[in-house]
């Protein structure tokens, strides 16, 4: 099994900056690619951004394309998601995700998750 461990949230200004990092631990050489969701309340877990371990692909989703960045160090087993110019409708709670599979995929069939960290945007 693979345990993943968010960290990073918090509150930030409308337009300011944050980093978020996610820690994998366990059977992580079965993890082949991982990525990042979020969550509104009433609204739908949806794809913000993924990444191969081996850095072969990315996917960033067009509603934050531009702002966000998705990086990864494969020897401490770590994800990031740099968010600049940040916005109220980016309040959610963030997931980090990761998969078996060789491809990044944005539907949310992922093999493991993180259990969140809150992002809020204030205006």
């Known amino acids: 099994q693979v345990q993943l461990v968010e960290s990073g949230g918090g509150l930030v200004q409308a337009g300011g900056s944050l980093r978020l990092s996610c820690a994998a631990s366990g059977r992580t050489s079965s993890v082949y690619v991982m990525g990042w969701f979020r969550q509104a309340p009433g609204k739908e877990r949806e794809f913000v951004a993924g990444?191969?371990?081996?850095?072969?692909?990315?996917i960033i989703a067009d509603s934050v394309s531009g702002r966000f960045g998705i990086s990864r160090d494969s020897a401490k087993k770590s994800l990031f998601l740099q968010m600049n110019s940040v916005e109220p409708e980016d309040t959610a709670v963030y997931y980090c995700a990761a998969r078996e599979g060789y491809r990044v995929i944005m539907e949310r069939r992922y093999d493991y998750w993180g259990q969140g960290t809150q992002v809020t945007v204030s205006s």
């Open positions: 990444i191969s371990w081996s850095g072969s692909g990315t």
